[in-house]
């Protein structure tokens, strides 16, 4: 099992950069499919972001791209998701989440979430 612990999250105007970071505690981070999801109210949560095991390769929604990077530090145990140029719809709240398996565009696809974190775009 690995636990996840996101921080990072706050309010920002936009135009503005956050970066958000994901720890996570438990043996074989490396072994583990990495994304972020993000969740607004009254919305279904959706994919942002995912990397997989090596680091080598990342995917992105068609909202995400251009504006966001994930990486991962395998040595750390930790995932990031910078996010540059935000929008108001950017705000949500933001979940790392895990998978020893393949990679899902689904949160249904992933097994281990952390509590969120909370990202506030004003206009």
């Known amino acids: 099992q690995v636990q996840l612990v996101e921080s990072g999250g706050g309010l920002v105007q936009a135009g503005g950069s956050l970066r958000l970071s994901c720890s996570a505690s438990?043996?074989?981070?490396?072994?583990?499919?990495m994304g972020w999801f993000r969740q607004a109210p009254g919305k279904e949560r959706e994919f942002v972001a995912a990397?997989?095991?090596?680091?080598?390769?990342?995917y992105y929604a068609d909202s995400a791209k251009g504006r966001f990077t994930i990486s991962r530090d395998n040595a750390k145990n930790t995932v990031d998701l910078q996010m540059n140029s935000l929008k108001p719809e950017d705000t949500a709240a933001y979940y790392c989440?895990?998978?020893?398996?393949?990679?899902?565009?689904?949160?249904?696809?992933?097994?281990?979430w952390g509590q969120g974190t909370q990202v506030t775009v004003s206009s």
């Open positions: 989440a895990a998978v020893n398996g393949a990679l899902s565009y689904s949160p249904s696809g992933f097994d281990y």
């Open positions: 438990g043996r074989y981070f490396s072994s583990y499919v």
């Open positions: 990397i997989r095991r090596s680091g080598v390769t990342s």
